[in-house]
Nanobody, 128 residues
Framework: VQLVESGGDLVQPGGSLRLSCAAS????????MSWVRQVQGEGPEWVSG????????TYSGAVKGRFTISRDNAKNTLYLQMDSLKPEDTAIYYC??????????????????????WGQGTQVTVSS
């Protein structure tokens, strides 16, 4: 499975962006998908995840109530709607896929992010 993110941009604080992640191959509908972000010089941070059926989305505390994850398995695409953006949301955003469902709310996976597939990332910059 190949993943390609798009939609990153420069936006003012309080603004909105919608990221997309297009997947190749028929396995997308079977994957647990997440968005992960990374600030230059820091480790990656899990942001949000969604199971293969598109229900039970989960969010980190930093974005809950502001970001919405969704997927369209017919279009092999994952989305992240980001509202009320803050300067601290500035990062490269990656989509990632796992062949196993993951529970980020109750397991830190030893600090690792055990995903099988990664995109190349898209830059989001929140600044006035």
């Amino acid at each position: 499975v190949q993943l390609v993110e798009s939609g990153g941009d420069l936006v003012q604080p309080g603004g909105s962006l919608r990221l997309s992640c297009a997947a190749s191959g028929s396995a997308f509908g079977d994957l647990y998908m997440s968005w992960v972000r990374q600030v230059q010089g820091e480790g990656p941070e899990w942001v949000s995840g969604i199971n293969s059926g598109g229900d039970n989305p989960t969010y980190s505390g930093a974005v809950k109530g502001r970001f919405t994850i969704s997927r369209d398995n017919a279009k092999n695409t994952l989305y992240l709607q980001m509202d009320s953006l803050k300067p601290e949301d500035t990062a490269i955003y990656y989509c990632a896929g796992s062949e196993q469902e993951l529970d980020h709310l109750n397991d830190d996976f030893g600090g690792a992010l055990p995903y099988d597939y990664w995109g190349q990332g898209t830059q989001v910059t929140v600044s006035s």
